[in-house]
């Protein structure tokens, strides 16, 4: 049949070819950029070299004298009477805190205000004033009793007698430092959900036991860090018993400094360097017990300083690895 003239024929273009498949390659991710972090990383950096190179060639430190005093007989000496001292204080604090506390949570309105009173004045008053107030006790008591108030006494005892240095330290800084740790132990009992209460209430639980096997076992986890904190604080707070005739290791790097005024740095240093380990013995006795109170309370432990290590290495060499496939 044979088209009319004008009409369009309509032709089938032929399909296109598709275009050629593209080569993949592998291309890196570029990290944003971040300047500032570098430039603070440098600044840091530049300033703990400044450090380091003052610490090393300024001759004022005395190194040599610093390595001479540093195991010193005397100077040992003075570090148990510090370890001596921290120790108690912190154990009679701790249970005195814990008292406190539980005072401070009783229904009894008076020992409610008897706690709230004793916190708020041992946390008012300076430390340095409890200790001269305790050195100077037998001033203004010469002799303490036991009896009926206003009648006859059954014990009574000299108080100079009994009122040693270190009686006096570790009383003091025992007062001191249960008003701080009564706060610390009462928000830890409060971190407590009121659910674990309950439970152990409807299951006829008695009170004592309720505190020592549930409550007070929860409450760790939040008490611990809070208290460690301080325990570091107790152990720099005891360079004030100098000022109660009690050789520290302040004390005897004073005392020291006294005999020898040339090496009043490099005792100065000593000292310095004593306080850095134990803090820094104390905030690993920390990590570890955290750890331990974290057991059922989170999916994962926090990894240990050695695991952490052993990832960053395997992390750094499968990093390598990549890398050099690319």
Request: aromatic share 12%; net charge positive; glycine share 6%.
């Amino acid at each position: 049949m044979s088209e009319p003239p004008g009409a369009v024929t309509l032709v089938e273009a032929p399909p296109a070819e598709p275009p050629p498949p593209r080569k993949l390659t592998a291309q890196r991710v570029q990290p944003l950029r971040r300047p500032g972090r570098w430039i603070a990383t440098a600044v840091v950096l530049v300033l703990a070299a400044q450090f380091a190179h003052g610490l090393v060639t300024n001759p004022f430190y005395q190194w040599d004298r610093f390595a001479y005093w540093f195991l010193r007989p005397t100077v040992l000496d003075g570090l148990l009477i510090t370890l001596e001292v921290t120790a108690w204080s912190a154990v009679l604090g701790l249970l005195g805190g814990i008292l406190l506390a539980l005072a401070r949570l009783s229904r009894s309105p008076v020992l409610r205000a008897a706690s709230w009173t004793y916190v708020w004045a041992l946390r008012s008053v300076p430390l340095i004033v409890v200790l001269l107030f305790l050195y100077n006790f037998s001033a203004l008591y010469k002799t303490l009793s036991v009896g009926v108030p206003f009648g006859p006494a059954f014990f009574t005892f000299d108080e100079s007698r009994l009122a040693t240095d270190m009686a006096i330290a570790v009383i003091g800084l025992s007062l001191n430092e249960a008003a701080y740790a009564a706060e610390v132990v009462r928000g830890g009992i409060l971190s407590v959900d009121q659910g674990q209460h309950e439970a152990s209430s409807a299951l006829g639980l008695p009170k004592g036991y309720q505190f020592r096997r549930i409550v007070f076992p929860q409450a760790l986890r939040s008490i611990t860090p809070n208290y460690v904190n301080q325990l570091i604080g107790l152990i720099k707070s005891t360079s004030l018993v100098f000022y109660v005739s009690l050789l520290d290791l302040f004390g005897t790097a004073q005392s020291m400094g006294s005999t020898y005024p040339g090496d009043i740095v490099p005792l100065l240093l000593v000292v310095t360097v004593w306080y850095l380990i134990l803090t820094s013995l104390v905030s690993v006795v920390q990590f570890y017990v955290e750890r331990y109170f974290a057991r059922g309370a989170t999916r994962s432990l926090p990894p240990t300083p050695l695991q952490k290590l052993r990832t960053g290495l395997r992390d750094l060499r499968e990093r390598a690895r990549r890398e050099a496939a690319v």
